[in-house]
């Protein structure tokens, strides 16, 4: 048997007196399209900052291919090949398209400042390269005609996708959607799922991600993983999910007494 | 309108976008180095300073309008460095070393100072850099046998190879030589991923740690770069001024200079030069103009921060982005004549901000 590529043991959080997760264990295994679902307040974004170190567990832990991470500076995280996206949109607001595009190459610099300061031949090279790895990322999601568009004046779906975009120059082998769809139109969430599939597919690239939309979840996941108020609730395929009288009951609220 | 048609890769990360741009670069170069034969003495002089404080202003810039550090202290760091090349100077070491030396000095203060800036951030950065200003200062004042305490510091004469650089025009060559060296400088710096990384800082904490940009590192940088820049314009000032006090590195020049670079536009490399030029061509119309008004307000003593502060105040209000902001507009005007609508520029509110996690 592998090793998961992502597995959280025990893990827990809490924010005073509130437990915001509450000893949820999982496993990821490499090449799955692995979503959390659950009523607002059940903890999923919450989870997402754990695995990326935002967050510091209360208890348990997060280990990524067999190390833990959970105790690793956000940064170190990010160069171990974990990318993310926010639920609501943190791009560089006062750069392009590019700009922000190349800034998920960092990881992948080895020059130093003071020979960016020269901009000595070395630097110049590895930003040829960086540019040419960062246009099959535009290319990949048909950004072609936003590439010196400052962000600040794009619309909101745009936006979306290039942050999307900007996750994917990262080359991670992990990546984190945090409610993918939100905000955008039907036409658009039924590109997300193609984007999404093809990034399983045709990029080998594992994803996690919070979503909403039921119609997406079961389109794209392998698995889902339920959560109400910081536990989990139930683990399997989408059907099985969605039938389970615990989510239902989640979502819905039980019958009164 | 100029439309660029890419070909290459290298179009994309050269400093000078099209040959009209080159064009008009090379007009400014061979205009600042005939500036000598067509301008008086005393006007040289004056744009002597605009290029020592265009140095400063250049560092801050960065730290304030690129890292999103706002520093309330940079009088220090420029102190640090007009301090730091008037006593070597003084031990005999010469120019080509002193001057890069007022740099590391500067340089390692920013680290210091710099260090805080992991842990606060805003407006309370702000204020432990003023704090720093201060404390500076008085060591300034206390130091006195290296700095001459509050009767000041003589700075000997400059000599570099044998050629006098007192002289006016000389001296004027170096500083704008140095400037644009420092402009080219940060310029590189902001095409590459160091200045990516300062830019990511600066709009989304958040979101530049999980593209693994190491804060600490890069904050730290910045100071330092920005640091070095001041004391460098500091080592040339000394040598301008030729006798350095500590009450000319105080608070107000701090604030002088932050104002400098809010008017000039914040974000924007021509601000650091467009900020300090305006200074001092306003104040030579407030000199001058002062004897035109009636003696009950030439004559007041407030008179010059008066007006800067109005400056300030209707920069904030109705050009954010500066006098480069403005310039941009009045270029777009020209380019895209007769189409220019007076909404083009106009920025969009963001509703998104409630929720970010900080």
């Given at each position: 048997m592998t090793t998961p590529m992502l597995e959280a043991v025990n893990l827990s959080v809490r924010f005073g007196g509130l437990m915001a997760v509450n000893d949820v264990s999982f496993s990821v295994w490499p090449n799955e399209v692995f979503s959390l679902i659950g009523p607002n307040g059940a903890g999923k974004t919450t989870i997402f900052n754990l695995i990326s170190a935002l967050y510091r567990p209360t208890a348990g832990e997060v280990r990524f291919e067999g190390e833990v991470i959970s105790r690793m500076p956000p940064h170190v995280v990010a160069r171990h090949g974990i990318a993310r996206t926010f639920q609501n949109i943190e791009l560089f607001e006062h750069a392009t398209v590019l700009q922000n595009l190349l800034v998920g190459?960092?990881?992948?610099r080895h020059t130093g400042w003071w020979q960016d300061m020269l901009f000595t031949g070395s630097v110049r090279r590895a930003e040829l390269e960086f540019r040419r790895q960062v246009e099959e990322v535009i290319e990949f999601l048909d950004l072609q005609h936003y590439?010196?568009?400052?962000?600040?004046?794009?619309p909101y779906g745009v936006r979306k996708v290039v942050e999307l975009a900007r996750a994917l120059s990262m080359r991670p082998r992990l990546l984190l959607l945090d409610e993918p769809s939100s905000g955008l139109n039907t036409e658009e969430t039924e590109d997300m799922g193609f984007w999404i599939e093809d990034i399983k597919q045709d990029l080998g690239i594992t994803v996690i991600m919070v979503e909403h939309d039921m119609g997406l979840v079961s389109r794209v996941s392998d698995r889902v993983l339920a959560l109400n108020l910081g536990e989990v609730l139930t683990l399997g395929t989408p059907q099985e999910v969605q039938a389970h009288p615990g989510v239902i009951e989640a979502y819905l609220g039980g019958v009164e007494e | 309108m100029h439309f660029i048609f890419k070909t290459r890769y290298e179009q994309d990360i050269t400093l000078f976008r099209h040959g009209g741009q080159r064009f008009w670069y090379a007009a400014l170069a061979l205009a600042l180095v005939a500036a000598p034969w067509v301008l008086s003495e005393y006007t040289l002089s004056q744009f002597t300073f605009i290029g020592i404080y265009a140095i400063v202003c250049l560092g801050l810039m960065l730290l304030a309008g690129f890292t999103g550090q706002v520093s309330l202290g940079h009088a220090g760091f420029l102190a640090m460095g007009a301090y730091t090349e008037a006593y070597l100077q003084a031990n005999g070491w010469p120019f080509m070393i002193s001057l890069p030396m007022s740099a590391l000095v500067a340089g390692i203060t920013g680290i210091m100072i710099g260090l805080p800036a992991l842990r606060v951030r805003g407006m309370y950065l702000s204020i432990a850099t003023l704090a720093f200003g201060f404390i500076l200062e008085e060591v300034v004042v206390q130091a006195e046998h290296i700095t001459g305490g509050n009767a000041g510091r003589q700075v000997g004469a400059l000599i570099i190879g044998g050629i006098n650089f007192d002289d006016g025009v000389n001296f004027y060559y170096l500083v704008t030589a140095i400037a644009v060296l420092c402009i080219l400088g940060v310029l590189n710096l902001l095409r590459s991923p160091t200045g990516r990384a300062f830019v990511a800082i600066r709009d989304s904490e958040v979101s530049a740690q999980s593209m693994g940009i190491n804060l600490a590192h890069y904050k730290t940088t910045a100071f330092a770069i920005s640091a070095a820049l001041a004391g460098i314009a500091g080592a040339l000032y000394a040598h301008k001024i030729r006798i350095i006090t500590p009450d000319q590195f105080g608070f107000l020049q701090s604030i002088e200079l932050l104002m400098m670079v809010v008017i000039g536009g914040l974000g924007s490399i021509q601000g650091a030069i467009f900020g300090p030029a305006f200074w001092f061509v306003v104040q030579q119309f407030i000199v001058t103009g002062k004897d035109w008004l009636p003696p009950a307000i030439g004559q007041q003593t407030g008179l010059q921060p008066t007006i800067f502060g109005i400056i300030l105040i209707a920069i904030v209000l109705f050009e954010p982005m500066g006098l480069y902001g403005r310039w941009l507009k009045f270029r777009t005007f020209l380019e895209i004549f007769p189409f220019y609508r007076k909404g083009m520029f106009k920025r969009q509110k963001s509703y998104m901000k409630s929720e970010r996690m900080k």
């Amino acid at each position: 048997m592998t090793t998961p590529m992502l597995e959280a043991v025990n893990l827990s959080v809490r924010f005073g007196g509130l437990m915001a997760v509450n000893d949820v264990s999982f496993s990821v295994w490499p090449n799955e399209v692995f979503s959390l679902i659950g009523p607002n307040g059940a903890g999923k974004t919450t989870i997402f900052n754990l695995i990326s170190a935002l967050y510091r567990p209360t208890a348990g832990e997060v280990r990524f291919e067999g190390e833990v991470i959970s105790r690793m500076p956000p940064h170190v995280v990010a160069r171990h090949g974990i990318a993310r996206t926010f639920q609501n949109i943190e791009l560089f607001e006062h750069a392009t398209v590019l700009q922000n595009l190349l800034v998920g190459r960092h990881c992948h610099r080895h020059t130093g400042w003071w020979q960016d300061m020269l901009f000595t031949g070395s630097v110049r090279r590895a930003e040829l390269e960086f540019r040419r790895q960062v246009e099959e990322v535009i290319e990949f999601l048909d950004l072609q005609h936003y590439r010196d568009s400052m962000v600040a004046g794009l619309p909101y779906g745009v936006r979306k996708v290039v942050e999307l975009a900007r996750a994917l120059s990262m080359r991670p082998r992990l990546l984190l959607l945090d409610e993918p769809s939100s905000g955008l139109n039907t036409e658009e969430t039924e590109d997300m799922g193609f984007w999404i599939e093809d990034i399983k597919q045709d990029l080998g690239i594992t994803v996690i991600m919070v979503e909403h939309d039921m119609g997406l979840v079961s389109r794209v996941s392998d698995r889902v993983l339920a959560l109400n108020l910081g536990e989990v609730l139930t683990l399997g395929t989408p059907q099985e999910v969605q039938a389970h009288p615990g989510v239902i009951e989640a979502y819905l609220g039980g019958v009164e007494e | 309108m100029h439309f660029i048609f890419k070909t290459r890769y290298e179009q994309d990360i050269t400093l000078f976008r099209h040959g009209g741009q080159r064009f008009w670069y090379a007009a400014l170069a061979l205009a600042l180095v005939a500036a000598p034969w067509v301008l008086s003495e005393y006007t040289l002089s004056q744009f002597t300073f605009i290029g020592i404080y265009a140095i400063v202003c250049l560092g801050l810039m960065l730290l304030a309008g690129f890292t999103g550090q706002v520093s309330l202290g940079h009088a220090g760091f420029l102190a640090m460095g007009a301090y730091t090349e008037a006593y070597l100077q003084a031990n005999g070491w010469p120019f080509m070393i002193s001057l890069p030396m007022s740099a590391l000095v500067a340089g390692i203060t920013g680290i210091m100072i710099g260090l805080p800036a992991l842990r606060v951030r805003g407006m309370y950065l702000s204020i432990a850099t003023l704090a720093f200003g201060f404390i500076l200062e008085e060591v300034v004042v206390q130091a006195e046998h290296i700095t001459g305490g509050n009767a000041g510091r003589q700075v000997g004469a400059l000599i570099i190879g044998g050629i006098n650089f007192d002289d006016g025009v000389n001296f004027y060559y170096l500083v704008t030589a140095i400037a644009v060296l420092c402009i080219l400088g940060v310029l590189n710096l902001l095409r590459s991923p160091t200045g990516r990384a300062f830019v990511a800082i600066r709009d989304s904490e958040v979101s530049a740690q999980s593209m693994g940009i190491n804060l600490a590192h890069y904050k730290t940088t910045a100071f330092a770069i920005s640091a070095a820049l001041a004391g460098i314009a500091g080592a040339l000032y000394a040598h301008k001024i030729r006798i350095i006090t500590p009450d000319q590195f105080g608070f107000l020049q701090s604030i002088e200079l932050l104002m400098m670079v809010v008017i000039g536009g914040l974000g924007s490399i021509q601000g650091a030069i467009f900020g300090p030029a305006f200074w001092f061509v306003v104040q030579q119309f407030i000199v001058t103009g002062k004897d035109w008004l009636p003696p009950a307000i030439g004559q007041q003593t407030g008179l010059q921060p008066t007006i800067f502060g109005i400056i300030l105040i209707a920069i904030v209000l109705f050009e954010p982005m500066g006098l480069y902001g403005r310039w941009l507009k009045f270029r777009t005007f020209l380019e895209i004549f007769p189409f220019y609508r007076k909404g083009m520029f106009k920025r969009q509110k963001s509703y998104m901000k409630s929720e970010r996690m900080k």
